[in-house]
């Protein structure tokens, strides 16, 4: 595969790991309980795109949802970090949505099969342009929100998070070694909610000082 570069770093796209049912209304709008450690689950790369691209709804589904996440992405190689040092290995944070066939999903879960035909499909990772975790007062309060055609759909900001960003990165890598370029989809507030052909989806960060544009084929 060609190598992919993280818009605003200069960090090549590796691993996409992201976290399910990570805010509290969140799971319970999908009646899931609520996680006592985290919900784990990757995407591959072949999902990934940018601002302006356009999201395809795969022929499979008839119920592809938007969830808008902050997404972190990994500066360096690590293993077994300690959440005190976690912050050291952020090399941006930026907005993503991670687009999921809830009908697949859905039948997945019912059958206790993995999730990743749901979560995976080209161009379910649309990813903005990541800026330095200092230009955030506080990783602990970002607000994070989604439109679709102008009207919000989503709001909520990371101080909701079960876990918190540096605790997901010494969680993930308790498990997995962590390298530069891989990504973490944080997961969503509440708000999901299906596309059709034609949206218009903007999500943003902050004071709108990160922004992600994509539209529905
Ligand atoms: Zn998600």
Redesign the pocket.
């Known amino acids: 595969m060609n190598e992919i570069t993280i818009p605003g770093t200069d960090l090549t796209a590796k691993s996409i790991y992201?976290?399910?049912r990570n805010y509290i209304e969140h799971a319970k709008e999908l009646n899931n309980p609520v996680p006592s450690s985290p919900l784990v689950f990757l995407k591959p790369q072949s999902a990934l795109c940018f601002d302006g691209s356009e999201i395809i709804i795969p022929e499979q589904s008839s119920d592809v949802h938007h969830?808008v996440?902050i997404v972190v992405a990994i500066s360096k190689k690590g293993k077994n970090i300690p959440e005190n040092d976690a912050h050291n290995f952020i090399g941006g944070i930026g907005v993503g949505i991670?687009f999921?066939a809830r009908d697949i999903q859905q039948r997945a879960k019912e059958s206790g099969h993995p999730w990743s035909v749901a979560k995976g499909f080209d161009t379910f990772a649309p990813v903005s342009r990541f800026i330095h975790a200092s230009e955030f007062e506080d990783l602990g309060y970002i607000n994070v929100d989604l439109s679709v055609n102008g009207v919000n759909r989503q709001s909520g900001n990371s101080s909701q998070m079960i876990f918190s960003i540096n605790y997901l990165i010494s969680y993930l890598s308790s498990i997995f070694t962590l390298y530069p370029g891989d990504l973490i989809?944080t997961?969503?507030p509440s708000g999901v909610s299906r596309v059709i052909s034609g949206d218009q989806i903007s999500a943003t960060l902050g004071e709108k000082l990160v922004t992600l544009s994509v539209s529905v084929k």
């Open positions: 992201c976290i399910g969830e996440e991670d999921t989809f997961g969503t």
